[in-house]
């Protein structure tokens, strides 16, 4: 590679990753709102022990509900072109960061959340 080729694809690496919000950036500008400080009852950022039983609740089943809005939790946190991966990479975030190990959600785990956030949109209990 020239050394002139090697600048373009350099700027194209940086230009391609700040179009894309990593999990972080999104719990930045609009999970942290409220989840850095515990507004309206939310659990906080690192509360691994009010973390602990939505956590056990499992990926999919808690991105899904999150996503959907829970009581004062706002569906897609209150942004709406929130998308279900922006969303579950931010909620990946925050679990890590507050006593879990999840694994950035791959294209299966997507499919399996889009399926339980349809459920839940009908209202299915379970
Ligand atoms: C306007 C404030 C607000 C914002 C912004 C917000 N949340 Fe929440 N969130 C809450 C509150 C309040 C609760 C607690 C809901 C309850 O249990 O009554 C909550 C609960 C949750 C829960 C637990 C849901 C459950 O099943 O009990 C998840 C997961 C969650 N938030 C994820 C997120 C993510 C991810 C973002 C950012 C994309 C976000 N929230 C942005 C207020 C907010």
Redesign the pocket.
């Given at each position: 590679m020239s050394f002139v080729q090697c600048i373009v694809a350099a700027t194209l690496v940086v230009v391609g990753s700040s179009a894309m919000a990593s999990g972080e950036e999104?719990?930045q500008t609009?999970?942290a709102?409220?989840?850095s400080k515990g507004?309206?009852?939310?659990?906080q950022l690192g509360d691994s022990s009010k973390w602990a039983p939505?956590i056990a609740?499992g990926q999919v089943v808690?991105t899904a509900?999150?996503y959907v809005g829970?009581?004062?939790?706002?569906p897609k946190?209150?942004?709406p072109d929130?998308t279900v991966q922006g969303?579950s990479e931010?909620?990946n975030y925050?679990v890590n960061k507050s006593g879990g190990n999840w694994k950035t959600p791959n294209g299966k785990i997507l499919k399996d959340i889009e399926a339980e956030i349809t459920r839940r949109q009908k209202g299915e209990k379970h």
């Open positions: 999104t719990y609009v999970c709102n409220c989840h507004v309206a009852n939310s659990p939505l609740e808690l509900h999150g829970v009581r004062a939790m706002p946190g209150g942004k929130l969303f931010a909620l925050m």
